[in-house]
């Protein structure tokens, strides 16, 4: 990504190369069963929808609450794994990269250059990670679209009837159906996500307005490259500013996801606005009192002993 973006390319090919630069990691990280962080949140709508089913007010407040501080603590553990498995790869990448070239992989202005956009107060951080929040959510509302989409017009069903099947076996075409039937929403989510986030910057070129993204994994990369190209980085100002840049686009990138994935399933029940307020003062109230709760599980005992307290 960060050669496609350097190589001065037309700004339609750029942000093509770009997004199917990301589009082919997210599909890779699919079929290997593994975590992109804080693409978590903007795929539980269908999950909030169905605890909003609950006729009872206070048993569903219950379970928006826990299910929320759920989400934190498996996106807070989803975002650690990935950015120390992105910082030491990217200094081992650079480490052979400067051992077979003789210098490192970016140069001292492109590596100031990274530690400038990461500022959460010199750059437009703290907008572009909001941008990515709902960027985030869109890729989840696409895949949700798809898989309604291939559900309701019988796709996996017309792949196992296909006549194509007298040439490569029944067999072999059920597979296939169930295949697509399983993947048909992470591909759709994972496809339009990395083109979304590659086209975005892009189209904010073109129009001239203040587009741009900000991810967390993708951006700590970003930063452990820089890092890897300036001596001294630990003990200087901009790298303690990047590092607030990356923290603060993982609570936006988290939290705007999730909202509209909250007020997607609440739409979709006429969940009243009140009761949304209500919920966001019993999320407060549950960080002011305990907030490792959002972080760290808590064990059986000291979550009964609080219930009996209430």
Same mark, same amino acid.
């Given at each position: 990504?960060?050669?496609?973006?350097?190589?001065?390319?037309?700004?339609?090919?750029?942000?093509?190369?770009?997004?199917?630069?990301?589009?082919?990691?997210?599909?890779?990280?699919?079929?290997?069963?593994?975590?992109?962080?804080?693409?978590?949140?903007?795929?539980?709508?269908?999950?909030?929808?169905?605890?909003?089913?609950?006729?009872?007010?206070?048993?569903?407040?219950?379970?928006?609450?826990?299910?929320?501080?759920?989400?934190?603590?498996?996106?807070?553990?989803?975002?650690?794994?990935?950015?120390?498995?992105?910082?030491?790869?990217?200094?081992?990448?650079?480490?052979?990269?400067?051992?077979?070239?003789?210098?490192?992989?970016?140069?001292?202005?492109?590596?100031?250059?990274?530690?400038?956009?990461?500022?959460?107060?010199?750059?437009?951080?703290?907008?572009?990670?909001?941008?990515?929040?709902?960027?985030?959510?869109?890729?989840?509302?696409?895949?949700?679209?798809?898989?309604?989409?291939?559900?309701?017009?019988?796709?996996?069903?017309?792949?196992?009837?296909?006549?194509?099947?007298?040439?490569?076996?029944?067999?072999?075409?059920?597979?296939?159906?169930?295949?697509?039937?399983?993947?048909?929403?992470?591909?759709?989510?994972?496809?339009?996500?990395?083109?979304?986030?590659?086209?975005?910057?892009?189209?904010?070129? =073109? *129009?001239? @307005?203040?587009?741009?993204? #900000?991810?967390?994994? /993708?951006?700590?990369?970003? &930063? +452990?490259?820089?890092? %890897?190209?300036?001596?001294?980085?630990?003990?200087?100002?901009?790298?303690?500013?990047?590092?607030?840049?990356?923290?603060?686009?993982?609570?936006?990138?988290?939290?705007?996801?999730? =909202? *509209?994935? @909250?007020?997607?399933?609440? #739409?979709?029940?006429? /969940?009243?606005?009140?009761? &949304? +307020?209500?919920?966001? %003062?019993?999320?407060?109230?549950?960080?002011?009192?305990?907030?490792?709760?959002?972080?760290?599980?808590?064990?059986?005992?000291?979550?009964?002993?609080?219930?009996?307290?209430?």
């Amino acid at each position: 990504k960060l050669k496609v973006t350097h190589s001065g390319l037309p700004l339609f090919i750029e942000g093509l190369l770009s997004g199917l630069n990301y589009a082919a990691s997210f599909m890779v990280l699919h079929h290997l069963h593994l975590i992109l962080a804080t693409k978590q949140p903007a795929m539980t709508a269908a999950t909030l929808a169905r605890l909003l089913r609950s006729r009872n007010r206070t048993e569903r407040l219950d379970s928006m609450v826990e299910f929320t501080i759920r989400i934190c603590r498996s996106q807070f553990a989803a975002a650690m794994a990935n950015v120390s498995v992105v910082f030491i790869g990217a200094f081992l990448f650079n480490f052979f990269w400067r051992l077979a070239l003789g210098h490192n992989y970016l140069g001292v202005r492109e590596a100031q250059d990274v530690f400038e956009t990461l500022s959460p107060v010199n750059s437009g951080t703290v907008f572009y990670a909001a941008l990515t929040g709902v960027i985030l959510w869109m890729a989840a509302m696409i895949g949700g679209w798809m898989d309604n989409w291939a559900v309701y017009h019988r796709l996996p069903q017309a792949i196992a009837d296909h006549r194509l099947g007298e040439r490569f076996g029944r067999k072999r075409m059920v597979r296939a159906a169930g295949i697509v039937s399983r993947n048909m929403s992470g591909w759709a989510t994972n496809i339009s996500l990395g083109f979304l986030l590659g086209l975005a910057p892009v189209m904010g070129q =073109f *129009l001239g @307005l203040p587009i741009d993204v #900000r991810h967390v994994t /993708l951006s700590s990369g970003m &930063l +452990a490259f820089a890092c %890897a190209g300036l001596r001294g980085w630990f003990s200087t100002g901009w790298f303690f500013w990047a590092l607030a840049g990356v923290a603060t686009m993982f609570v936006l990138n988290l939290a705007v996801s999730f =909202f *509209l994935s @909250l007020y997607t399933a609440a #739409r979709a029940y006429d /969940l009243a606005r009140r009761e &949304l +307020a209500v919920l966001g %003062a019993r999320l407060l109230r549950r960080f002011v009192q305990h907030p490792l709760d959002f972080i760290l599980p808590r064990k059986l005992e000291e979550e009964e002993k609080d219930e009996r307290k209430g």
